[in-house]
């Protein structure tokens, strides 16, 4: 979510930057209308998720900028010339592009490098500066090489950026299809679901061939591997949003112009590591790089009663600020929690027992760089069962509260109601000495009784009282 209105964030600058300019150059969106398109994703064909996706993304471009469509394998199978001019790069119709994606078929191949090539020949021929966005559920399938396509016309002064969006790729898949984003001095954006799709497809259309070469860039990583991670600049002491990015597990770069920034960086690969920030000058022709480590260790929680895998809520707290870094709920298993170097209190907090040791803490436990470090409490009980009767065997509902025999505070209570299922009525409890308050109820209210029980650990003590 944080995700989206940070994007948003960034779609709303460059609509003001535009509305304060001339017309953008056009946006020219290769569709892949190939036969795989027909594949699933989360209970949805690909073709129907990249038709609803792509006409948000176009319905929020600015007012005065003209779209284009080409599509290709939307006529007959088998045919690797199967690809379309759809719609023209003059036009600035949003509906022409939304009801064009919406009636395509899905049919064919896959033509990457034969629809690269049309595209960009027709920039020459008009003298159009145009940014390129090709989304695909596939690889090449007609033998073209789209790298080379576009290296070349990059090489012969063709002023276009080209984006490439692999859709529900594979990593094995992906390398052409970066080789090309990268010769066209775009970015290759990966897109496993719909929510991927828009989120991508919202940068890509913030990415354009007006707006400046990157001056600025980030690589990010954890214990020595490249992550994901979002980059949101803004103007020093500010919020004004300057210029977002992805590293997408590479370098993210971004542009400054002359002036002071705040930059965040945030990993997105499910961490409990926390963003971090810095704050950079830029000068006229400066060109900068800036490494972010995000490194961090893990710490393996294990929560047991009596020896069995017990449902239990942990936290790792800051040792200094005792603010929670992180925090996990067991459900009976193992889990990890992944955190920087440092220093930690670690609680324990068990579920469904009661008792005056439900509740356990660690203080400093240290968390090293690249390491695991396990942990693992044990927790005890016992089990009390009461039930209430009358002389005749009929079952007696009654209220029944357990009290600490050293303090006099309530532990628990319940109900025995009067069915086989809960009278005699079960409680879960450490180990220990309780005095037991039973208040008879409903039909045979006004009886009472006190008495005293002790709870072993794994054990089970009944006590049933007839009124």
């Known amino acids: ?59 929020n471009l600015p007012s005065n900028q003209n779209i284009g469509l080409m599509a290709y394998g939307h006529r007959q199978k088998g045919d690797c010339n199967d ?77 276009f950026k080209l984006h490439i969006v692999g859709f529900g790729l594979k990593e094995s898949e992906t390398t052409q299809l970066k080789c090309a984003a990268n010769a066209g001095g775009g970015n290759y954006y990966d897109a496993s679901n719909a929510s991927a799709l828009g989120e991508v497809l919202t940068e890509a259309t913030t990415q354009t061939v007006d707006k400046p070469d990157g001056n600025f860039s980030i690589y990010a990583s954890k214990n020595g591997q490249a992550v994901d991670a979002w980059i949101n ?121 009661k008792g005056n040791n439900t509740y356990f803490e660690i203080d400093k436990i240290e968390i090293n760089s690249n390491e695991t470090t396990s942990i693992s409490h044990n927790f005890e009980t016992g089990k009390a069962r009461i039930g209430v009767k009358t002389s005749n065997g009929e079952l007696v509902d009654a209220g029944v509260n357990f009290i600490d025999i050293n303090s006099g505070k309530r532990i ?13 009525r079960e409680f879960l409890l450490n180990p220990g000495t309780y005095k037991v308050e039973v208040r008879s109820l409903g039909a045979h209210v006004g009886h009472n009784e006190t008495f005293t029980i002790e709870v072993k650990q794994a054990e089970t003590v009944t006590k049933i009282i007839t009124f």
């Open 233 to 353: 600049v803004t103007k020093s002491g500010t919020k004004e949003v300057v210029d977002g990015s992805r590293t997408y597990r590479d370098s993210g770069w971004v542009y400054l112009p002359p002036g002071t920034y705040d930059i965040a960086i945030r990993p997105l690969e499910g961490s409990d590591i926390p963003g971090t920030s810095i704050t950079v000058n830029m000068e006229e022709g400066d060109i900068k790089h800036k490494n972010i480590s995000f490194d961090g260790g893990t710490l393996e929680v294990t929560a047991t009663n009596n020896d069995e895998g017990w449902d239990t809520v942990v936290k790792m707290l800051d040792i200094n600020t005792g603010k929670v870094v992180a925090n996990t709920r067991t459900y009976g298993r193992t889990k990890t929690m992944e955190v920087p170097a440092g220093l930690y209190k670690i609680t324990f907090q068990a579920l469904v027992m």
């Open 83 to 159: 690809i379309e001019f759809l719609v023209d790069l003059k036009n600035n119709s949003k509906s022409n592009i939304t009801n064009a994606v919406s009636n395509m078929k899905a049919l064919g191949k896959t033509p990457l490098a034969r629809s690269a090539s049309l595209a960009i020949n027709s920039l020459k021929k008009t003298n159009t500066k145009a940014t390129i966005i090709l989304i695909t559920d596939g690889i090449e399938s007609c033998d073209g090489d789209v790298c080379k396509v576009v290296s070349e016309a990059k090489a012969s002064g063709i002023d």
């Open 412 to 424: 628990t209570g319940g109900r025995t109601y009067t069915s086989d299922k809960s009278n005699p």
């Open 1 to 59: 979510m944080k995700l989206l209105i940070t994007l948003c964030c960034v779609l709303g600058f460059s609509l003001q930057s535009y509305t304060q300019q001339d017309a953008p150059s056009p946006i020219l969106f290769i569709y892949d209308a190939s036969g795989s398109m027909w594949g699933q994703l989360d209970g949805k064909s690909k073709k129907v998720i990249a038709s609803e996706v792509l006409s948000t993304s176009v319905n």
